[in-house]
């Protein structure tokens, strides 16, 4: 009888606050299953197919501390409306004897019994969500990829400790509120309006700064692979000060508001900015919770919407035309006219052996290495270089003839010995004169701004500069010399033909392997005079391009589903404990002589004053996040800043009218709940 | 001029599935004139608040009619039933239904907001008002940080700002202690004199005895009514004392 006091006790309050209960267990469930879904990626196996899934998998689990975070804080708020109508409760128990140590019970068992329903609907949601997902998945795959998604152990385990600490702060929390109150406060505490937080300016100025940190480290940072913890560290702090800088703000703005007697003392904004006075924290709380929860969404639906729209232009980057060969030299002397004629008809040769007439081909010599700048002058040797230098100053040089380059832009540059001209890709690298350190030096003449070049630079993080020179035989001489390690030599030539041809996708991928078989075979290698040689087709690799880009974008999408999901659920839990908080008030509004039309106009001028902080913020957050997803998606060869400005604004855009949606909505049932309260009185 | 009149008021409640009717009011008719004090008083369950709900458009009559200021409240459309509070009627609660979200001063305008005066007239408005009833000093305060009886006080501007042709108080005392008491019960009759039409519920036959006319009620009819006529608070106070003294016998009706 005894053992099972408290838990009903505690079952009961439950049972008699559902309207309370019910959105929060529902918010946090959405919060657990949010988490399940980042960690279950993390730690599953569906990115082992991914290229790139060591990063991904640390990502998702650097992620997933983020919504650890986010769904601390968030439910912190959402348990302060929860404490607060429930101190009234507890005022009376302890006004009719009961100690605080016994209503600390009653919260244990209360705690106890939302976390594990809460918890429960989260894992079983997360988990049915996943096996949901699986069936899409090969969908976008076109075809043949598929991965078993299934429940994940550890990911279970770490949803339980992390909501479990949650949980056990919350607990925390409300027993401290109620320890510190005498029972007439408790009483009374619902009554109370919010007193704006002691040192607003100080948490406002501290958000800003941790904004303007975060956004200097976003600007900042140059290669966000590397230095994915700094990056997360910048997300984290963006969350973090977007919670102060809105709570503050939002004090703020209030005050101003009402102190503006002209716009204050109207009918529709009278009710509307006392309300937001009155809970000015919360407010701010929820607000920048919506704000995060949109900068997440833009943020993975614009850079894998891009991705995904964008396959056709990193394909065509990476693989220029239908069938691309390169053949490798050793010497410098290979670059010779006559030889690489002699290689020419060979192709040439084959092709027509098998019918096949080039369209928009083109041929050049290129010679490729890396090089370091450092005191403005290029090293080619140094191996050991540090990892900044790698990022910052450390280059792809190319190296093509002025002959090749003039016939395949069909220009007619001219050069003089000693002079070059300089295409600079993915950089804005500038200078008048490249030297390189114990080898030759070119007098930069001009700067172009195209080459039709091959795949390397596209597949190649590094930013990379073309240096056209009148000559590869005679010009690099010097440099072939000096750039040579443990015996090999670092000056890679070689001679490349890309081409077009008429055939079916079906006959491009017979005629690849073909002419691979054959353009290996020791004695073609010999007549034509090559050492080595790289294939690719277009239709050959898109099918894996298709496959890596489709399961990004799905696994995007499904990120922004989750994330949509949680907007939802805080507008509605806003919505709903704000409706019943102020049901009471509108029936006394209703009473004084305040018409229902009246009551739907206040709710409008509430909904328009705070409606666009979020938006407006969450697109500020986005323009800094622009340049790191820029350098992420570079990593995938997409340099579309257009396509990427275009699928950003297009997602804003989807944001804000799904968001303006479910505003409308959810403000319907914030209507329903206010404007029914007649409250019966005898 | 009498400003309301209300003939033949019955009020009908069915329990939920129909079966138990409760008969609150069974007939009510009286009027008011124009700057009169009139106090309603009947024991719990009489029909006092009933009667009170129905002269404030919130509750509907089964029969009869209520006329303010010659105008019919049946015939004021729903649509127009808030508003039409708002413009003709004052209300004062034995609860004050102040709002938590708002300062004294800004409870007080509430009503003026919602008919879209602006804070200028607002303000010459309440100056006088409130420091008539003594709340000038606490207008900047939220109802959570004054007393009872300062709550009422603004409850009480906040039914005269509107200049009403009507106040319906509901046991305006009902939660005050003793000073507070006498103070509002001063106010009510200042404000009275300077000519506001006050109708008032109460139990308490000290708020009753400040009136100039009291109506008994009970069993839902007009059972019995005083003019105060020329007789002091005190007279009048012992007349309703023995008046209830003869309803609780149940001596008089046969």
Redesign the interface.
Same mark, same amino acid.
């Given at each position: 009888m005894k053992i099972g006091f408290y838990p009903r006790l505690a079952a009961d309050g439950i049972r008699k606050n559902k309207r309370m209960f019910t959105p929060f267990i529902l918010t946090c469930a959405g919060m657990v299953m949010m988490f399940y879904i980042i960690m279950y990626l993390a730690v599953s196996s569906v990115l082992d197919s991914l290229i790139g899934a060591e990063t991904l998998r640390q990502m998702f689990a650097l992620g997933s501390w983020v919504i650890a975070v986010f769904a601390a804080i968030f439910l912190f708020y959402t348990n302060s409306f929860l404490i607060r109508r429930r101190k009234k409760e507890f005022g009376l128990y302890n006004m009719l004897g009961m100690g605080k140590r016994n209503i600390a019970r009653i919260l244990f068992w209360e705690t106890l019994i939302t976390a594990v329903v809460s918890i429960s609907l989260g894992l079983v949601g997360g988990i049915a969500f996943s096996k949901f997902a699986e069936l899409g998945m090969v969908n976008t795959m076109h075809g043949e990829v598929t991965y078993d998604l299934s429940v994940s152990g550890v990911a279970v385990v770490r949803c339980l400790q992390v909501f479990g600490v949650i949980f056990f702060l919350l607990l925390l929390n409300s027993i401290r509120q109620v320890r510190f109150s005498s029972a007439i406060s408790l009483l #009374?505490s619902e009554?109370? /309006?919010e007193k704006p937080p002691k040192g607003n300016w100080l948490f406002g100025i501290l958000g800003i700064a941790l904004l303007a940190g975060a956004y200097y480290l976003a600007a900042t940072i140059e290669n966000p692979v590397a230095a994915l913890f700094v990056f997360f560290a910048a997300v984290v702090m963006v969350i973090v000060g977007t919670y102060l800088a809105m709570i503050s703000g939002s004090v703020l703005f209030c005050r101003m508001l009402q102190k503006k007697?002209?716009y204050?003392?109207?009918?529709n904004h009278? $009710?509307s900015v006392?309300?937001m $006075?009155?809970r000015m924290k919360r407010n701010g709380a929820g607000l920048a919770s919506i704000c995060i929860l949109a900068t997440m969404v833009l943020v993975i639906m614009a850079s894998t919407a891009c991705l995904y729209f964008g396959e056709r232009d990193v394909i065509e980057s990476r693989y220029p035309r239908d069938i691309n060969l390169e053949f490798r030299f050793d010497e410098l002397s290979d670059f010779a006219d006559e030889r690489t004629q002699i290689l020419k008809n060979g192709v040439m040769a084959e092709l027509e052996a098998r019918n096949v007439t080039p369209q928009n081909a083109y041929y050049y010599r290129s010679a490729n290495l890396y090089g370091v700048i450092r005191d403005d002058v290029v090293e080619v040797n140094s191996v050991f270089i540090s990892e900044a230098e790698a990022i910052n100053s450390s280059y792809l040089f190319y190296f093509v003839p002025l002959a090749d380059y003039n016939e395949v832009m069909g220009t007619h540059e001219t050069l003089d010995e000693g002079e070059a001209l300089l295409y600079s890709y993915r950089t804005d690298f500038n200078t008048d004169r490249i030297t390189f350190r114990g080898g030759e030096s070119f007098q930069i003449k001009k700067k172009i701004d195209a080459f039709t070049g091959s795949g390397d630079t596209a597949m190649d993080m590094l930013s990379s500069l073309m240096l056209v020179i009148p000559d590869l035989e005679t010009g690099l001489q010097q440099i072939d010399n000096i750039a040579v390690y443990e015996g090999s030599k670092l000056l890679q030539m070689k001679w490349i033909c890309n081409l077009d041809t008429e055939l079916t996708p079906e006959e491009q991928i017979t005629l690849y392997h073909d002419l691979t078989n054959t353009f290996l075979n020791d004695s073609v290698k010999e007549t034509l005079g090559y050492v080595g040689v790289y294939t690719s087709s277009q239709e050959f690799e898109q099918d894996d391009f298709y496959g890596l880009f489709g399961s990004l974008f799905y696994l995007g999408m499904i990120l922004s589903f989750v994330f949509l999901l949680a907007t939802v659920l805080i507008i509605y839990y806003k919505q709903i404990s704000e409706g019943y908080e102020d049901q009471a #008030?509108f029936a006394?509004?209703?009473? $004084? /002589?305040?018409?229902? #039309?009246?009551i739907r106009k206040s709710i409008n001028s509430q909904l328009l004053t705070v409606f666009f902080f979020p938006l407006i913020l969450a697109a500020i957050h986005m323009c800094f996040a622009f340049p790191i997803v820029r350098k992420l998606l570079l990593m995938f060869n997409l340099n579309n800043v257009i396509l990427f400005a275009a699928t950003t604004g297009i997602s804003l855009l989807i944001f804000a009218v799904f968001y303006t949606i479910v505003y409308r909505l959810t403000s319907n049932a914030y209507y329903k709940i206010v404007s029914d309260a007649r409250e019966e009185? /005898? | 001029m009498s400003i309301l009149e209300v003939k033949g008021l019955q009020k009908v409640y069915a329990s939920r599935f129909g079966g138990n009717k409760v008969e609150a009011l069974k007939n009510v008719s009286f009027s008011v004139e124009a700057g009169e004090y009139v106090a309603i008083m009947g024991e719990s369950g009489s029909g006092k608040t009933t009667l009170l709900n129905i002269l404030a458009a919130l509750d509907k009559p089964t029969a009869g009619t209520v006329i303010l200021d010659g105008k019919n409240l049946k015939e004021v459309r729903e649509s127009a039933i808030a508003a039409f509070r708002r413009d003709n009627l004052g209300f004062v609660f034995q609860d004050f239904n102040l709002l938590d979200t708002f300062t004294l001063e800004d409870n007080i305008y509430l009503p003026l907001v919602l008919t879209g005066k602006s804070y200028q007239e607002m303000r010459e408005r309440l100056m006088p008002i409130a420091e008539k009833l003594g709340i000038s000093a606490l207008l900047k305060k939220y109802p959570y940080e004054v007393s009872g009886g300062q709550k009422q006080r603004a409850a009480v501007a906040r039914a005269m700002i509107t200049n009403p042709k009507l106040i319906l108080a509901d046991e305006p005392t009902g939660a005050l202690d003793s000073r507070s008491t006498d103070e509002l019960l001063q106010q009510f009759a200042e404000v009275n004199r300077m000519g506001q039409t006050i109708l008032m519920v109460t139990h308490s036959v000290k708020a009753a005895s400040v009136s100039s006319r009291v109506l008994f009620i009970k069993d839902g009819e007009v059972f019995h009514q005083i003019y105060r006529g020329s007789d002091t608070d005190e007279q009048l106070y012992q007349k309703i004392s023995d008046t209830l003294t003869l309803l609780a016998t149940g001596g008089m009706k046969q």
């Open positions: #009374r009554n109370a /309006g007697k002209s204050y003392y109207k009918p009278f $009710v006392s309300s $006075v009155y #008030r006394i509004m209703q009473k $004084v /002589g305040m018409t229902k #039309r009246e009185k /005898g | -």
